[in-house]
């Protein structure tokens, strides 16, 4: 599958600060987390992407061209900066449908999609108030809708979630899934575990303007043999659980809880084999298992600590 | 066949190409249509302009009897005749408007979209520096043309209408091309003066500030020379580091009016280019520098 967007050893740096390190990555489509705390780079990362920020050494292609100044590319990408500051005199309808004119629209079409994209983000109602007397969370809907309102293939969403309530959140977590579905190339930023978790498995992890990982989260997870899996067991009986386990190759520890048992180890095939052979042997009084490392929080406490 | 080619919704409706800057002017006439102080400055323009239409009609009025008593007094007052000098004052007054209303709508062109990131959404749509820097220039400069070069084609029209003659056509047509050489003497050296201290400075006010500072030096400068070719006539030439009056004294050839100062020709020419190149180059460089971080 063709890459949409490709790096190859982009680097940025201002003076003596390295924003960017030598990040070589193929995004391709459907929905890509960028994850890093605040000041990992994701944001210049992404304006490199876009050609707003020369690269210090590197390239950039998306759609195998150079982005900076090229029209052809630009008109198929959507942004959404992360910033607050938006333009106050315009009211929100008004707002997407000049952004809309500038990327080229006639003026029916940009009114059309204007509202559509106001629609879609759930601002229809408030859509002819003035920026100004809008919300954090409706200033943030409306810079969403302005880059959904394009007929783009690659959207870069940066920090989305940033001042939405938690209804908002849910909407945009559904947008993008079903963006992703549809089979758009979706970049979206966080400095949020959770929020990325909840609308991919594809993410890029940056850290200190580093690539720290990339790939699915179990992935990557499964790149970290020499940290133990964590394995939460819900079950009414985890004494005949643990004497069942204790033999399991790998094997690093044991911890029961009020809901039953926390298993770590190095080998979690092994023992899902085992729970698999015990629940069809003895009767199923397991209520539930998963694998707690799954949860990017975990994924990147453990990078980072590497 | 790359994914991306297979797009999940296709565009098919027409994409303008072609004159992109337009739509930066359009947006920027808009949001000066939200401005209440907009609205003043044109309604002290058509004031203004009400005005020497009346002046206009009167001269007319008195003029169709050329030796009756009306158009002796008219002649007389010298103030109400409708000549070249009628066209140069009507400039010069209308000038002062177009410099208030370019300041206001100037002094926060580049800095209002930056403090907004409108430039970082605006760049990362197909839209390039150059639509952008000739949309904002246009904006000035159509806002001049409004307060300029319409006025004068209406007073000509009234002037036509009053006295439908061969020859007040010949005279009209022949303050044409002056007043739209003067008018771009104004428009051109201000809008780029006040584009770059908006593209240098980070707020509206300071850019503001900015371009009145320097037309208070200007004049400062005026009046510092004035005192050198008091006493050394040889120093006139000097007078051209006031752009004001570079400025003025191209008018006054262009209408052929008395000059006020013995300043060369070349020397106002040459006033008037380098302020408008500094500014454009200074301009110029700053968005390139908003559009791209280096």
Known sequence: MSAIVTTKNLSKWFGEVIAVNNMSVEIHPGVTGLLGPNGSGKSTFLKMLLGLCVPSRGEVTIFDQ???????????????????????????????????????????????????????????????????????????????????????????????M?????????????????????????????HILYEVERVTDEILMMHQGSLL???????????????????????????????????????????????????????????????????????????????????????FDYLVKR | MPVYRQTYRAYEEDTRHHFRWSIVTAQDFRVL?????????????????????????????AMQDPSGLLAGLVRQMGILTVDDAFY????????????????????????????????????????????????????????GFLLFMVPVVLLMLVHGFMIPEWETF?????????????SLLHIIPISLVTLAASALLPQQSYAGACVVALIVLNRVVHGMVSVLVYTDRAMSGYYAFS???????????????????????????VSVLVVSVVAGVVYVWRVRRCEIMQ
């Open chain 1, 66 to 160: 150079m982005p900076r100044n090229n029209r052809e590319v630009l008109r198929r990408v959507g942004y959404c900066p992360e910033t607050e500051d938006m333009f106050d005199a315009l009211t929100g309808f008004e707002f997407i449908y000049w952004l809309n004119r500038q990327w080229g629209m006639e003026r029916s079409v940009a009114k059309k999609r204007a509202f559509d994209a106001c629609e879609r983000v759930g601002m229809t109602e408030r859509m002819h108030d003035r920026i100004t007397h809008y919300s954090k969370g409706m200033r943030q809907r409306i810079k969403i809708g302005q880059a959904l309102a394009l007929p783009t293939d690659l959207l870069i969403l940066d920090e989305p």
């Open chain 2, 170 to 182: 010949r005279e009209s047509v022949s303050w044409i091309l002056p007043s739209m050489a003067f």
């Open chain 2, 33 to 61: 249509l939200k401005f209440r102080f907009f609205y003043l400055i044109l309604i002290l323009a058509a004031l203004h302009l009400f005005l020497r239409i009346l002046q206009v009609m009167s001269y007319s009025i």
């Open chain 1, 213 to 299: 990982a990339h790939g699915h989260v179990r992935e990557i997870r499964a790149l970290i043999d020499e940290h133990p899996h964590t394995i939460i067991i819900e079950c009414a009986n985890p004494r005949k659980w643990i004497a069942r386990l204790t033999a399991v190759p790998g094997l690093i520890g044991l911890e029961l809880t009020t809901t039953g048992l926390t298993v770590r180890t190095k080998d979690p095939d092994q023992c899902y084999q085992q729970l698999n052979d015990g629940i069809i042997e003895d009767g199923a009084d397991i209520t539930a298992f998963h694998c707690a490392d799954d949860n990017l929080q975990a994924v």
């Open chain 2, 88 to 143: 140069f004052q009507f400039l010069r007054l209308q000038g002062l408007l177009a410099l208030l209303t370019i300041l206001f709508a100037g002094s926060g062109a580049i800095c209002n979209d930056v403090r907004n990131n409108l430039v970082e959404l605006l760049f990362a749509k197909p839209l390039s520096w150059k639509d952008y820097v000739l949309g904002k220039f246009m904006t000035l400069a159509g806002l």
């Open chain 2, 243 to 269: 752009v004001s009056t570079s400025i003025n004294h191209l008018g006054e050839r262009l209408f052929n009016q008395p000059l006020e100062h013995e300043l060369g020709l070349a020397h106002a020419v």
């Open chain 1, 162 to 190: 940033s001042g939405l309530d938690p209804n908002g959140r849910e909407e945009i977590f559904a947008l993008l899934q079903s963006l992703g579905a549809e089979g758009l190339t979706v970049i979206v930023s966080s």
